[in-house]
């Protein structure tokens, strides 16, 4: 099947080459990063995954990337060796130490991977020190991380080529113990080292703010910042087509996806796998109009909505919940209407949309009035509020 909902890149990647040049083009020739950022689900881990695949054939460059997501547990620690091992495998692919392996390996089987590895003996000693130094039971974190975020630069040196390093959702190193210290450090170190580019993504604004964003950030203005952008109707279009070829589709269809999607790629995938599933009732070459694609959102939300909106739901407060249904049964758009509904003071209700806002769940549109963002989490909360029809 050729949706998915996993990050894509290459032929997959729809409507971004416009970002991915330009990513690519500040990385190679101006040696300056980015800092992506962009609601969940946008496609930054995509855009990623291909600026990675583009880089990957220029000469002179190496490149990884890496998610602060994956890691568990997600601890500092976690973080740097996994970073080691990605840059080490990253230029020297003949070392072949996996992450797993690193606590069970004793100093004479480290060394052994570096035998024939053609690094000065200097580099190649702080490497096998570097690997062998977490089974000590007192480490000083601090020290070896800045000893691992020089490594990138001094093998770029000797193999005389550039280190480009993507980090994704790179604001949770905000979370570890000494995270906010690490950061600092970076940003001085990314001044220094000319051959190491570095680039972020998260998808929270606000703690993109604290890294990058905003002027009082530590990488303040060292990356350039660049929102990564619902797709647009055209590249729905072509998506759609390209992938459901075995159906006529009526322009009508386009403009229900794109209206339940908000341009937002996951849902847009979600949608086609809806409609592949439905192959049983739609014949190849029959046509697919608008009516019937939002029949099947609408019964994909009512069988399956929970699996993917529960957990969004539930980590509202009780007070937001609240806000949230009047929305989406009552079509409230502004606090004076909400306060009819619910008997609360409007001021209450606007500290609570203007929150609401923050979290990016309801947006507000030119004329003020408040919506919630994303259609088909307001469809499932129809349902899940007044019941089943
Ligand atoms: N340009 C694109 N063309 C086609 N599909 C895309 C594109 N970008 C993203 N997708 C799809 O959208 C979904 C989300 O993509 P991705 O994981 O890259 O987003 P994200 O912004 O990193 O999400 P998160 O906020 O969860 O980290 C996936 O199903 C992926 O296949
Ligand atoms: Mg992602």
Same mark, same amino acid.
């Given at each position: 099947?050729?949706?998915?909902?996993?990050?894509?890149?290459? &032929?997959?990647?729809?409507?971004?080459?416009?970002?991915?040049?330009?990513?690519?083009?500040?990385?190679?020739?101006?040696?300056?990063?980015?800092?992506?950022?962009?609601?969940?689900?946008?496609?930054?881990?995509?855009?990623?995954? &291909?600026? *990675?695949?583009?880089?990957?054939?220029?000469?002179?460059?190496?490149?990884?990337?890496?998610?602060?997501?994956?890691?568990?547990?997600?601890?500092?620690?976690?973080?740097?060796?996994?970073?080691?091992?990605?840059?080490?495998?990253?230029?020297?692919?003949?070392?072949?130490?996996?992450?797993?392996?690193?606590?069970?390996?004793?100093?004479?089987?480290?060394?052994?991977?570096? &035998?024939?590895?053609?690094?000065?003996?200097?580099?190649?000693?702080?490497?096998?020190?570097?690997?062998?130094?977490?089974?000590?039971?007192?480490?000083?974190?601090?020290?070896?991380?800045?000893?691992?975020?020089?490594?990138?630069?001094?093998?770029?040196?000797?193999?005389?080529?550039?280190?480009?390093?993507?980090?994704?959702?790179?604001?949770?190193?905000?979370?570890?113990?000494?995270?906010?210290?690490?950061?600092?450090?970076?940003?001085?170190?990314?001044?220094?080292?000319?051959?190491?580019?570095?680039?972020?993504?998260?998808?929270?604004?606000?703690?993109?703010?604290?890294?990058?964003?905003?002027?009082?950030?530590?990488?303040?203005?060292?990356?350039?910042?660049?929102?990564?952008?619902?797709?647009?109707?055209?590249?729905?279009?072509?998506?759609?087509?390209?992938?459901?070829?075995?159906?006529?589709?009526?322009?009508?269809?386009?403009?229900?996806?794109?209206?339940?999607?908000?341009?937002?790629?996951?849902?847009?995938?979600?949608?086609?796998?809806?409609?592949?599933?439905?192959?049983?009732?739609?014949?190849?070459?029959?046509?697919?109009?608008?009516?019937?694609?939002?029949?099947?959102?609408?019964?994909?939300?009512?069988?399956?909505?929970?699996?993917?909106?529960?957990? &969004?739901?539930?980590?509202?407060?009780?007070? *937001?919940?609240?806000?949230?249904?009047?929305?989406?049964?009552?079509?409230?758009?502004?606090?004076?209407?909400?306060?009819?509904?619910?008997?609360?003071?409007?001021?209450?209700?606007?500290?609570?949309?203007?929150?609401?806002?923050?979290?990016?769940?309801?947006?507000?549109?030119?004329?003020?009035?408040?919506?919630?963002?994303?259609?088909?989490?307001?469809?499932?909360?129809?349902?899940?509020?007044?019941?089943?029809?």
């Amino acid at each position: 099947m050729a949706f998915t909902l996993r990050p894509v890149w290459g &032929e997959k990647l729809v409507g971004r080459e416009n970002d991915v040049v330009e990513i690519v083009n500040s990385i190679t020739k101006n040696k300056t990063g980015v800092a992506l950022y962009g609601v969940r689900r946008v496609g930054k881990t995509s855009l990623f995954y &291909e600026v *990675e695949n583009r880089l990957k054939k220029e000469p002179h460059v190496k490149v990884l990337y890496l998610s602060l997501w994956g890691l568990l547990p997600s601890t500092l620690e976690n973080f740097l060796l996994e970073l080691l091992i990605k840059v080490l495998s990253t230029h020297l692919p003949e070392v072949s130490i996996k992450f797993r392996e690193i606590m069970k390996l004793d100093l004479p089987s480290i060394k052994k991977n570096f &035998e024939h590895v053609k690094i000065s003996e200097t580099l190649k000693d702080k490497v096998v020190y570097l690997l062998d130094v977490w089974k000590n039971k007192e480490i000083d974190t601090y020290k070896i991380a800045q000893d691992i975020f020089k490594l990138p630069q001094k093998l770029a040196e000797e193999n005389n080529c550039v280190t480009v390093i993507l980090l994704d959702e790179f604001p949770t190193v905000l979370k570890y113990e000494g995270g906010k210290s690490i950061v600092e450090f970076l940003r001085t170190l990314n001044e220094k080292q000319d051959r190491v580019v570095y680039s972020i993504a998260g998808s929270e604004r606000s703690t993109m703010e604290q890294v990058a964003l905003d002027a009082n950030s530590p990488f303040y203005k060292q990356f350039i910042s660049k929102e990564v952008m619902p797709l647009d109707k055209e590249s729905i279009s072509k998506f759609i087509k390209d992938n459901l070829a075995w159906l006529k589709i009526k322009d009508d269809a386009i403009d229900v996806i794109y209206r339940y999607s908000s341009g937002l790629p996951y849902h847009i995938n979600l949608i086609g796998i809806t409609i592949e599933n439905s192959r049983f009732e739609l014949k190849e070459g029959s046509v697919l109009d608008g009516k019937t694609v939002e029949k099947f959102i609408l019964r994909f939300l009512k069988r399956e909505g929970s699996l993917y909106y529960t957990e &969004e739901f539930e980590s509202l407060g009780e007070q *937001e919940k609240h806000i949230l249904g009047t929305m989406a049964l009552y079509g409230a758009s502004n606090p004076k209407d909400m306060e009819r509904i619910t008997h609360k003071a409007a001021s209450y209700i606007s500290a609570y949309l203007y929150r609401l806002k923050k979290k990016k769940i309801v947006m507000q549109d030119l004329h003020g009035a408040y919506r919630i963002r994303d259609p088909m989490f307001e469809q499932w909360l129809k349902y899940e509020l007044k019941g089943l029809e």
